[in-house]
Every structure is written in C-alpha cells, then in structure tokens.
C-alpha cells in the first residue's frame, strides 16, 4: 500500500541530524555479556555503549510518554503479551496480517518505534498456516555511544548475606551463589550521533511531531533508568544538537554535520575526571543553526 499524496505531506519532510553527549559516572553504561559483563569496550580500550541500548532507553522514555511502543521488555511491559508475536496477533486481525501492505500500515501507524526504527516481523509457521516475514525500514538511525577518553573498568567482588539456597554439605557455610562480582566505569564521557530520513519516514508514515517525542526522548534518555548497575544520579545527559535541515535531501552531509561537533579531554589531560576537564566545540554551519539541550550550561565553544 502505497502513502497517498495527502499522507506524504503529513510525514517528516526535512531532515534532521542529532548528537547526544553523556556522562557516566560510578555506573555500568552498558554490560558486555561475552566479558562477565564488564563495561563495553573496543579494541583501543574506549568505552562503548551499543546503539541497541541506547534504543531500550528511548523505547522506554517513549512508554513512559504515552506514546504505544512495540519491542517492550519483559520487566518493563505496559500490555498482557510475553512476547513479540502474541502482540502482533492480538493488536492486528488476521485479515491484516494476511495482507503485507495493510500489514506494514497498520504497524506503523499502532507503534511508534516501528514507524520510528523499523522492524523485521518474522515468526515460523503454526499448523497448515504461512510463516510471516515482513521487514520494515525506518526513518531513525542512531549510532553506539564511544567514550572520548580511554577507560579503565572498576570491578568489585561483592558477597550476599544468605544463601539463595541450603549448603547440603555443610549448612553453616555459604555456597557460592553468594559471590559475585560487579563492575563500573569510575567516569566517561560518551558521545553518539543519529540522524532522520525524510524519504523513509514517507515510507512509514513518521510525522514531524513523532521526531519531536524522539528529541524529547533523547534529552531524558536515563530518566526513570535506575538499576543495581546504574545507580540514581550516575548517568547523566549533558547535551543534545538538534540539526533541522530546510531542505529533504539536507543541506549538509550527515558526516559533515556530525564532524562540526568536537568533543575532546582539554590539552594536558590524559585521564579527565569530570566534564570540566573536556573541550566541546561546536563549527558554524552556514545555513544550518543546532537546537541545543544544555540542561547544566556546559561550556559550549563556538568556531
């Protein structure tokens, strides 16, 4: 089903560059499940936090909004359904399931995140019934978070006062479900990119007020983000650029545009411990001026 001409009109129809820089501090950003889940590193020792993640954060802000979101986690569910498919057949009939254009409509214009990031609905056959296979693209792109700095992960051994279950040998003594260990990055300042598609948001029917719940999203991303990992207060948006281009194509090349922002430790400092120790300059783009979210008036400097 294609997007009438009225449709069109009504999507996102300039595009839209973002940045988003973050602190950390005392907490585990982002758990590395093939490392004992340690703090994600690359391979030059620079902290990373994965763009999945940084999707759970947003689908969650988006929840927590009103909006309808459809990837939930299972801790954080605002519905009945325990798993991707039960929410599919029971917000979509079976006559729209059986028809893929009506199908990709109807899931956009439901979910939010679909019409927002996309989604590959694939689910095996049950019985004498066709499988289901419908990929959808969306308009969002977002990039993992780096750190600027290398980092060093702090890990401490921590030991629970009971046992999870009786020692048969001997009832007096702990078992070993009582050791664990837990890890944290002491400071880092990490910084991710995205940017937003106007041809593909025709395409999913994304409107310009579905890029605003994005920024909104996106300037109290760890909002309500507390865990055991990362405590209250531990992680902390420092600012977020909002490019709005007047043009669909853009007027600037998204690595241009991502290239004017330069977040970097100030000369001298090899081990920054604090947001003051980093330069943030911003490159004037002729034509094309950033919204800034700057909720604790960091330095910003303009070149």
């Not at 959808?136 to 977002?142: F, K, L, Q």
């Not at 009971?162 to 910084?191: A, C, F, P, Q, W």
């Not at 977020?240 to 998204?254: A, L, P, R």
Request: proline letters at 4%; a neutral charge.
């Amino acid at each position: 089903m294609e997007t009438s001409k009225n449709e069109e009109e009504k999507t996102l129809q300039n595009k839209i560059d973002f940045a988003v820089i973050f602190s950390v501090n005392g907490a585990n950003p982002n758990g590395d499940p093939l490392n004992g889940n340690r703090p994600r590193t690359n391979y030059d020792g620079f902290g990373e936090v994965s763009d999945v993640c940084i999707k759970r954060k947003i689908r969650n802000r988006l929840m927590e909004d009103g909006h309808s979101v459809f990837v939930q986690s299972d801790e954080n569910r605002k519905d009945e359904y325990r798993s991707l498919r039960s929410r599919v057949e029971g917000e979509l009939t079976k006559e729209v399931r059986e028809d893929v254009n009506r199908f990709k409509k109807e899931a956009c214009n439901k979910w939010l995140d679909v019409r927002a990031f996309g989604q590959v609905f694939a689910y095996s056959a049950e019985k004498n019934e066709e499988g289901v296979s419908i990929g959808i693209r969306g308009p969002v792109s977002i990039h993992s978070a780096f750190s600027k700095s290398r980092l060093e992960a702090s890990s401490l051994q921590i030991t629970k006062s009971v046992n999870n279950e009786d020692n048969k040998k001997d009832i007096n003594k702990k078992t070993s479900d009582t050791m664990g260990m837990k890890h944290r990055v002491d400071h880092g300042l990490y910084v991710t990119y995205g940017a937003i598609n106007p041809q593909l948001a025709s395409k999913t029917w994304f409107k310009p007020e579905d890029a605003n719940a994005i920024k909104n999203a996106l300037e109290h991303l760890f909002d309500n983000d507390v865990s055991s990992a990362r405590p209250e207060g531990s992680m902390e948006v420092v600012a977020v650029f909002w490019w709005q281009h007047n043009v669909k194509h853009g007027q600037y090349s998204s690595a241009v545009v991502h290239r004017s922002l330069s977040v970097d430790p100030k000369d001298g400092i090899t081990d920054p411990k604090k947001i003051e120790n980093y330069s943030i300059k911003l490159k004037s783009l002729a034509g094309l001026e950033p919204g800034i979210f700057n909720p604790n008036s960091v330095v910003i400097q303009r070149i």
